[in-house]
């Protein structure tokens, strides 16, 4: 519902930072319609029975303030959970992008429950280090031990890179020993595959060790083809045959 309001540019309307005007206010108008629509987003936002309890409140400030102090819970328990999600969470069968997901999500919600300040003395930049730290060292903690050699040489690194660039380098680990898994896989592969070609296109031998005599086309006689065929095309001199053709 925040996050609606918020585009809406209609935030102020609940958090009190846009002030009713006087009746008299040439704003007053303006004002009201915004309220009005405040208010129907709202009701249509909860179940009828919680909308029926809401319907006569004036303004959407009202409104919200009731419905936080009817269901509003602490903290605490969902903080407790996330935290302890995140320190069991395990890469196992993921990837290492599925894996991340998973963390980012968890960070996220347990940033939305923290109390955040502002100042300009430096300190904020410390607790951003910090909490950055943190991120760096449940992602590293939840990988595989086939991952051992590239965790250390992060930790190694001063100082200690940002939650992206660290699963920038785990990734390329990652691709790099697709692209080995995959080069290896040809060369075992590769061989069977030629030696299935040649078993496969070997010609077919007969019992007595030759291949398969060939016909002529022309005088239907064997070991021989049409275009050695002396009936078409004449006997060699000295041929028993010619002998007989020309006596």
């Known amino acids: 519902m925040i996050v609606a309001l918020t585009a ?34 709202i009701l249509n936002s909860v179940s009828r029975d919680i909308a ?18 009817r269901f509003h ?8 959970q996330i935290k302890k999600m995140l320190n069991a969470l395990q890469q196992g069968a993921m990837d290492i992008s599925s894996y991340y997901t998973k963390l980012r999500i968890l960070w996220d919600e347990l940033r939305d429950y923290q109390p955040t300040s502002v100042c300009n003395c430096g ?8 909490q950055n730290q943190e991120c760096v060292m449940h992602f590293l903690m939840g990988l595989n031990e086939s991952y051992a050699q590239v965790r250390a040489q992060i930790l190694m690194m001063e100082p200690l890179p940002v939650i992206a660039k660290v699963f920038a380098l785990v990734v390329q680990e990652e691709r790099q ?17 030629l030696n299935s070609v040649n078993f496969t296109t070997a010609p077919k031998v007969s019992k007595a060790g030759r291949g398969d005599k060939v016909v002529c086309s022309h005088c239907h006689f064997r070991n021989h083809t049409v275009d050695k065929c002396y009936k078409l095309h004449g006997y060699p001199p000295g ?7 020309l006596w």
């Open 73 to 80: 819970e602490s903290n605490a328990p969902r903080v407790y």
């Open 239 to 245: 041929h028993p045959k010619l002998k007989q053709i």
């Open 177 to 193: 020993r697709s692209i080995h898994h995959g080069v290896a896989k040809m060369n075992v592969d590769h061989p069977v595959s």
């Open 8 to 41: 809406k540019n209609k935030l102020g309307f609940i958090d009190n930072s846009i002030d009713q005007p006087r009746p008299d206010d040439l704003l007053y108008g303006s004002w009201t319609r915004c309220n009005s629509m405040v208010i129907s987003w």
């Open 123 to 130: 300190s904020m930049r410390e607790w951003v280090t910090y």
């Open 52 to 69: 029926d309890s809401l319907m006569y409140m004036p303004t959407a400030r009202e409104m919200w303030i009731d419905i936080h102090d």
